[in-house]
Nanobody, 115 residues
Framework: QVQLVESGGGLVQAGGSLRLSCAAS????????MGWYRQAPGKQRELVAT???????YYGDSVKGRFTISRENDKNPIYLQMNSLQPEDTAVYYC?????????WGQGTQVTVSS
């Protein structure tokens, strides 16, 4: 079992920045991939960014060049630095961990970008 807790969401004006954090606990040794997803009202959950235990990163097209995923040490915690935020980035952001064939999710943190 893996538990994930996100923090760092909030309200920001367009063009501003926020940094999200995700702390994992439990069987973190078995995590092979961590990442961030987001879900806006009325829309499907979409991938924002992922990072492997080897440090390889992947970004969704809508955030490339603006968001950066990183981590403190081998696995934990992970961060999402979000720059040049736009109103369309408004969503609940979820931390995800993939471990031994299972996906684990945090409770989500709200990011609201005002125009």
């Amino acid at each position: 079992q893996v538990q994930l807790v996100e923090s760092g969401g909030g309200l920001v004006q367009a063009g501003g920045s926020l940094r999200l954090s995700c702390a994992a606990s439990g069987s973190i040794f078995s995590i092979s991939l961590m990442g961030w997803y987001r879900q806006a009202p009325g829309k499907q959950r979409e991938l924002v960014a992922t990072i492997t235990t080897g440090g390889r990163t992947y970004y969704g097209d809508s955030v490339k060049g603006r968001f950066t995923i990183s981590r403190e040490n081998d696995k934990n915690p992970i961060y999402l630095q979000m720059n040049s935020l736009q109103p369309e980035d408004t969503a609940v952001y979820y931390c995800n961990a993939f471990s031994l064939g299972y996906n684990y999710w945090g409770q989500g943190t709200q990011v609201t970008v005002s125009s």
